[in-house]
């Protein structure tokens, strides 16, 4: 921790996110899903989608007029195992839990149900719907569409999101299996982090109109909004299989919008998102308890395996932000200068004194 950051309890956060999303008309209930995902993210470590996004992409969103706080999911279509929704442009957590739900439902009934949404808006971090699918038995997926950023192989000019697919799956270790990855090198939102704080980025992760790389974080943001940057996607140049990353990442495109006749690259605002939501229950395939067993074996035998030289420790998919709950769950939210300001400023605004922060 730097000696500019404070910690605040993880309770007390997600209680603010929470009045802070009702001070802005955001419904209860959603405004307490989205605090839970929010919070969430910090509490995996994933701090470049938790309270850092509350004000610039939530509260400042939803004053503005740009994002709609009241808007109410609808079903468009649906069929035994599958649905499309449309989402109101409503909260896309809520719209994200709601519409997994669904899945959920209809994979314990049938087996596996799938789920499209179109009209939606960022909906935090996507692991947090895989996991919901891991702690209902299920193998559980999910992606979503995002803002261009991302450029295809051989190009400069950002054409997709960032992009994320993300897989979930129950274990019989003290956490799921959950890989939640962009399929960009990096995403948006770990740059905004980033610049925040006042760091660069490493090289070979974001270039120029040009094809020159760049690493000055608050500088990328600004060449985004101009179309003047782009991100590398995943395996970054040709030579280094950046088309493996492109190729997923058009997948994702697809099932976020073709499915749902949704907008697509450059239609995309970042509050009119697809997203798609898959669930499997392990159940209709084998004993979930034998399931979880082999499952949780692979995992140990992957950490067991010979280690490169210097290294200690080979982890799986969902171990990282598993360990560091476990070490921080009683320390709270880290929270830098930037940050402290922007919790003061919403808490100030919308008359939540009863927040004391240790600010």
């Known amino acids: 921790m730097s000696d500019d950051e404070i910690r605040i309890p993880f ?66 279509r649906e069929g035994p195992t599958t649905a499309v929704v449309d989402g109101k442009f409503g909260m896309g957590h809520a719209i994200g839990k709601r519409s997994m739900e669904l899945a959920i439902d209809k994979a314990r009934e049938f087996g596996m149900g799938m789920v499209a949404v179109r009209n939606s808006t960022h909906y935090g971090i996507a692991g947090y719907y895989s996991m919901m699918a891991a702690e209902a038995g299920m193998v559980g997926m999910t992606g979503t569409n995002a803002r261009p950023a991302v450029a295809p192989t051989f190009g400069t000019e950002g054409m997709l999101g960032t992009n994320p697919f993300t897989i979930g799956f129950p274990t019989d270790e003290e956490f799921p299996f959950i890989l939640d990855c962009a399929t960009s090198i990096w995403q948006r939102g770990k740059i905004e982090y980033y610049a925040r704080t006042g760091k660069k980025i490493p090289e070979g992760l974001a270039v120029s109109s040009d094809g020159s790389s760049m690493t000055e974080s608050m500088r990328i943001l600004d060449a985004f909004l101009e179309g003047e940057a782009a991100l590398l996607p995943l395996g970054g140049l040709e030579e280094t299989a950046g088309y493996k990353g492109y190729g997923y990442s058009t997948v994702v495109e697809v099932l976020s919008s073709a499915l749902q006749a949704g907008p697509f690259l450059k239609m995309i605002t970042g509050v009119n998102v697809g997203h798609f939501f898959l669930a499997v229950d392990v159940e209709a395939f084998i004993d979930i308890d034998e399931f979880k067993r082999s499952s949780g074996e692979i995992m140990r035998q992957l950490r067991a395996s010979r280690k490169m030289p210097g290294e200690n420790k080979i982890l799986t998919a969902g171990e990282r932000e598993y360990l560091y709950w476990v070490e921080n769950k009683d320390k709270g939210v880290p929270v830098g200068t930037s940050l402290q300001k922007e919790i003061l400023q919403m808490r100030d605004e919308l008359g939540l004194l009863q927040y004391d922060f240790p600010i």
């Open 11 to 76: 309770d007390i956060l997600e209680e603010f996110i929470r009045d802070v999303l009702i001070g802005v008309r955001v419904p209860q209930d959603d405004a307490r899903i989205c605090a839970d995902v929010l919070i969430t993210a910090d509490k995996r470590g994933i701090h470049s989608h938790g309270i850092n996004r509350l004000k610039p992409i939530y509260y400042d969103r939803i004053r503005s007029g740009i994002m709609k706080p009241e808007g109410r999911m609808e079903i468009v």
